[in-house]
T-cell receptor, first 116, second 116 residues
Framework: AQSVTQLGSHVSVSEGALVLLRCNYSSSVPPYLFWYVQYPNQGLQLLLKYTTGATLVKGINGFEAEFKKSETSFHLTKPSAHMSDAAEYFC??????????????FGKGTKLSVKP | NAGVTQTPKFQVLKTGQSMTLQCAQDMNHEYMSWYRQDPGMGLRLIHYSVGAGITDQGEVPNGYNVSRSTTEDFPLRLLSAAPSQTSVYFC???????????????FGEGSWLTVV
């Protein structure tokens, strides 16, 4: 069965600093991996996803993530944080394993704060 | 360009009352789902549907009913509201299950429900 672990429920960075949000997953078969962002009082919006092919995936707003099968990780990065990046970020996994019946399994989320 | 529309946005219920959260999508998506979001818990799947007339349970289905009579609509019914159902509810839709080729799920704006 799949699971998703996001390390750190809160991450704080200074404006212009590197953003690194960690996500590890467990899956018995090659997974599909997603990062979603949620701004206050809004729904979730897709940032990026990995399905097949290139393991470095670029998304919206300058974010990218790298699928590392050997480390079962899909960490989200952005070289330079902007105040507008303050939000909650969710990592999610789906595969054909059957444990989630093909649905998305979400991590508990990481709230990113950006200091001026 | 409505996407996924949820109503109502805010609702206060008394314990034991029933209500229906409405969800409609205009993207001709076969897959629809309901999640609840609680602090520190991420998003948990309540029910989902892979097409009209087909519904199935997710991780936390107890206390909720769904039906899918049309492709566009997927209402969530609370039969006898309990304080434990105080949460933010998100409806989502996609062309198919996320595990099928990594289909992207699109979320509504959320419905904030308080049960007193």
């Amino acid at each position: 069965a799949q699971s998703v672990t996001q390390l750190g429920s809160h991450v704080s960075v200074s404006e212009g600093a590197l953003v690194l949000l960690r996500c590890n997953y467990s899956s018995s078969v090659p997974p599909y991996l997603f990062w979603y962002v949620q701004y206050p009082n809004q729904g979730l919006q897709l940032l990026l996803k990995y399905t097949t092919g290139a393991t470095l995936v670029k998304g919206i707003n300058g974010f990218e993530a790298e699928f590392k099968k050997s480390e079962t990780s899909f960490h989200l990065t952005k070289p330079s944080a902007h105040m507008s990046d303050a939000a909650e970020y969710f990592c999610a996994v789906s595969d054909q394993d059957g444990g989630s019946q093909g649905n998305l399994i979400f991590g508990k989320g990481t709230k990113l704060s950006v200091k001026p | 360009n409505a996407g996924v529309t949820q109503t109502p946005k805010f609702q206060v219920l008394k314990t034991g009352q029933s209500m229906t959260l409405q969800c409609a999508q205009d993207m001709n998506h076969e897959y629809m789902s309901w999640y609840r979001q609680d602090p520190g818990m991420g998003l948990r799947l309540i029910h989902y549907s892979v097409g009209a007339g087909i519904t199935d349970q997710g991780e936390v289905p107890n206390g909720y009913n769904v039906s899918r009579s049309t492709t566009e609509d997927f209402p969530l019914r609370l039969l006898s509201a309990a304080p434990s159902q105080t949460s933010v509810y998100f409806c989502a839709s996609s062309f198919g299950l996320p595990a099928n080729s990594g289909n992207t799920i699109y979320f509504g704006e959320g419905s904030w429900l308080t049960v007193v």
